[in-house]
């Protein structure tokens, strides 16, 4: 990669000072949804919301109805990355990330009695730059909930998911980028999280119902009740 030019002496001005995150984690509660493609992130996010009156924004979904969007100027690039299993510029999934949290706690989505709101962002975030620019600029994480699935399985998952999902990402070629991504630029963030304590892992080989019990369990370790039970 070309070195950017140094900045003349008039330009280099003092060090930007850190920004304020425009929500706070006191009345937003933030948790992170991570595992590999086929993880079975998107199914025990449904229990949760469910469950425990959180509000669902998927990383993937956001990008994909971009990608649609008429008027959007990054569409093209949308489409290029999420075919070729690569991370799409972080500015662009940040601000659909902080757009739509707005837009939930404008219709009054997501309170929960008097105990703030409650986000999962699943899929998200996929590399070290979305994490810190998310936390520092958006909101603070509670914690990231990982499933751990080995690859022989998600690929299984995936492969079966595509004879009907549509999602032009469902095929062996692209599941294969996934999986390289995955592993090269989105496992770093789950271990700099958990270097943190702010990992909550689960083992997501078994069957759903099973996987959603031991969840239950460690959201409950973590504060987190389930509403109007
Ligand atoms: N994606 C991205 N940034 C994100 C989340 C997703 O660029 O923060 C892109 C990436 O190309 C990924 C695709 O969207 O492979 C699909 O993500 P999704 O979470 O829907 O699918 P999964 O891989 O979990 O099945
Ligand atoms: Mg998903």
């Excluded at 930007?16 to 984690?25: E, G, I, L, Y």
């Excluded at 662009?92 to 008097?114: S, Y």
């Amino acid at each position: 990669m070309p070195s950017l030019p140094s900045p003349s002496h008039k330009e280099r001005i003092s060090a930007p000072s850190k920004p304020t995150p425009t929500f706070s984690p006191d009345t937003v509660h933030v948790v992170y949804v991570l595992g590999g493609p086929g993880a079975g992130k998107g199914t025990q996010c449904a229990n949760l919301v469910r469950d425990y009156g959180f509000k669902h924004l998927s990383a993937g979904d956001l990008l994909r109805a971009e990608q649609d969007r008429k008027d959007s100027e990054f569409g093209g690039m949308i489409k290029e990355y999420i075919a070729d299993g690569k991370i799409v510029p972080m500015e662009v999934t940040v601000q659909l990330l902080e757009n739509a949290i707005q837009a939930k706690l404008d219709e009054g989505e997501g309170q929960v009695g008097g105990k703030g709101s409650r986000f999962l962002i699943d899929g998200f975030p996929r590399k070290m730059d979305q994490a810190l620019h998310f936390e520092s600029s958006v909101c603070p994480s509670q914690f990231t909930l990982f499933f751990d699935c080995p690859e022989e399985e998600m690929q299984k998952r995936l492969l079966h998911r595509g004879e009907t999902s549509g999602r032009s990402d469902d095929n062996a070629e692209s599941i294969k980028k996934r999986f390289k991504t995955f592993v090269e630029t989105s496992m770093p963030v789950v271990e700099y999280f958990e270097k943190e304590g702010k990992v909550v892992r689960v083992e997501a080989t078994e069957s759903p119902e099973r996987i959603y019990e031991v969840v239950k369990g460690r959201m409950g370790e973590r504060g987190f009740e389930m509403i109007g039970k």
